[in-house]
């Protein structure tokens, strides 16, 4: 018997290299070797694994998901009793090059133009205090419990709430002259909240408005996004007027309240995506029955009807009635939305069933300028 029989074999390179090919940046959303950031591998002989990731910045955030990715990938190689996660900087050559790479052939423009795949949906509502955000924030998380890749533009400029409704405080990393969205719960935020402090005002007005709505369009990696939500500030102001330019294949969804007044000023809101032939996928009613925590009996507290008079005026389906529940109170305030936090609550399974059915509607091509081209005889 031979007095090596009993030493591990060699881990092999190759297999932890081709288990790493699934682990993936969690901001870029692209795996570490294609993103540039594995470094090197080293296997020893009593089955330990280093494994270096280079980061985009030395304050990366999510080093600690990083290295619990890394490590529960190489654990599986046959082989492997120990993984060790180092972690190194990107040279500057390299982020230069990761960023000209990440913005492609597609220049100074934006990924969400005339032929994107992306399904992107403007969530409107007339008046503030219908809860929109919230309701944009749910469906956000529903559609990437679906499998999708889902990234929220927070556009209501005076009044961001994604950074709190997600629970994230942090800065994104920029990287020479494009910022990484935001990760956080399988969603990818951008908003101005990530830049202020919360009780600082934002004194912006029409021009810089526009200029911040095309930076955070075409200076943010989105990646290859399934759905784009853009929760924009209520009525029909400079940020909506701007975005239905710089986005004109969005669809609208409006929310409202049953209260006559909620609907009355939705319905403005509508008004203005029909004049801009805007398609509208439809109306989400919010707050439309109170439910008891106890017996889970429904009150209408704020009044019926509001939803159906709206989708009948703007011509469009009604997605969904969310009552009120303190479940989707609660996670809000937590920073957790309430499918995640409390996925069988009332409001959660109304937004689930909303994210579920939620269609899919193109613009008309009427008034739009096709493409010509010339074939000769």
Request: net charge neutral; aromatic share 4%.
């Amino acid at each position: 018997m031979s007095l090596l029989s009993g030493r591990r074999p060699q881990v092999d390179v190759a297999a932890v290299r081709s288990a790493l090919a699934v682990v993936e940046d969690p901001e870029l959303r692209l795996p570490l070797d294609e993103a540039g950031m594995l470094g090197g591998i080293e296997a020893g002989r009593d089955g330990s694994v280093r494994v270096t990731v280079r980061l985009t910045t030395p304050s990366c955030p999510l080093k600690d998901t990083l290295a619990r990715d890394v490590t529960a990938a190489v654990g599986a190689v046959a082989g492997v009793g120990r993984v060790d996660v180092a972690f190194a900087a990107m040279s500057e050559p390299d982020r230069m090059a990761l960023a000209s790479r990440l913005r492609g052939s597609r220049g100074s423009g934006h990924p969400f133009g005339p032929g994107s795949t992306t399904a992107v949906y403007a969530v409107a509502s007339g008046k503030g205090g219908v809860g929109k955000s919230t309701v944009t924030a749910n469906l956000a998380v529903a559609l990437a419990r679906q499998g999708k890749r889902v990234g929220v533009l927070d556009a209501d400029v005076w009044g961001y709430s994604m950074p709190h409704l997600f629970g994230v405080r942090r800065a994104p990393v920029a990287l020479k002259g494009l910022m990484l969205p935001v990760d956080a719960h399988g969603v990818a935020l951008m908003s101005v909240g990530f830049f202020v402090d919360d009780e600082e005002p934002v004194v912006w007005r029409g021009p810089m408005l526009h200029k911040a709505m095309e930076q955070f369009l075409g200076d943010v990696h989105w990646g290859d996004l399934d759905v784009l939500l853009l929760d924009l500030p209520p009525g029909t102001g400079d940020v909506t007027i701007s975005l239905l330019e710089l986005v004109p294949d969005a669809q609208l969804i409006a929310v409202t309240t049953p209260q006559p007044a909620a609907r009355t000023v939705a319905e403005r809101v509508g008004r203005m995506a029909l004049n801009a032939r805007m398609p509208i996928a439809g109306v989400v009613e919010n707050m439309s029955a109170l439910v008891c925590g106890s017996c889970q009996e429904s009150t209408a507290l704020f009044g019926s009807g509001g939803g159906e008079e709206l989708a009948a005026a703007v011509g469009a389906p009604l997605l969904g009635q969310v009552p009120l529940d303190v479940a989707l109170r609660e996670s809000g305030d937590a920073g957790v939305p309430a499918v995640l936090a409390a996925p069988g609550s009332p409001g959660a399974r109304a937004l689930s069933r909303v994210a579920a059915d939620l269609p899919v509607v193109r613009r008309s091509l009427v008034g739009r300028p096709l493409p010509l081209s010339v074939v000769g005889g």
